[in-house]
């Protein structure tokens, strides 16, 4: 959405219908069939940080100013390099488990795997070799089937073999706890 200029002030068009600049809210309104609509989460770029407007209660057609906020946007995280990876056009985030993700693309390393090799067959998963989430780099991911992957990630989990094994191990660490 670009603001543009005619005789009668500034808009914004969206989905074809002119939402006209309120300059002292800052918000843009509508006025379809009769009735008041506000262009909701409209964006502003300051720096390094967006800022959107929307509706408390979410109810756009509510135009008492009151219901309207300005809040930061993905959680007033600032955008610096360090926060994302680019890959071509698409930004991708680290998450709160080491992956990079991006909200409409998924996760980086299932991404970029298709680039060079094909599309992901069903059943199986892209591993990261070194075990290091955050490194996406081709000579890093391995196409493996996903019982494998997990046979895989078992190899280095001593809770995982016979039943009488797992009680030993339960034993030592009670005992030293104890």
């Known amino acids: 959405m670009i603001e543009q200029t005619d005789k009668r002030g500034i808009y914004i068009e969206h989905e074809g219908v002119k939402y006209r600049l309120w300059p002292k809210r800052g918000f843009y309104v509508s006025q379809v069939g009769g009735k008041q609509a506000m262009l909701h989460r409209v964006l502003y770029w300051n720096g390094n940080k967006a800022t959107e407007i929307i509706p408390a209660d979410g109810e756009p057609r509510n135009l008492n100013p009151d219901n309207w906020i300005s809040r930061p946007r993905n959680g007033g995280r600032s955008c610096s390099k360090a926060d994302y990876q680019s890959f071509g056009e698409l930004r991708f985030y680290a998450n709160e488990t080491g992956?990079?993700?991006?909200?409409?693309?998924?996760?980086?390393?299932?991404?970029?795997?298709?680039?060079?090799?094909?599309?992901?067959?069903?059943?199986?998963?892209?591993?990261?070799?070194?075990?290091?989430?955050?490194?996406?780099?081709?000579?890093?991911?391995?196409?493996?089937t996903a019982s494998d992957h997990s046979k895989h990630h078992a190899k280095d989990n001593k809770w995982m073999g016979s039943a009488a094994n797992i009680e030993q191990l339960k034993a030592a660490q009670l005992k030293r706890w104890s």
């Open 99 to 144: 992956y990079w993700q991006s909200k409409v693309h998924g996760f980086l390393h299932r991404y970029v795997w298709p680039t060079s090799y094909g599309k992901i067959p069903a059943g199986h998963v892209i591993h990261h070799k070194d075990h290091d989430r955050s490194n996406n780099r081709l000579c890093n991911l391995e196409l493996m």
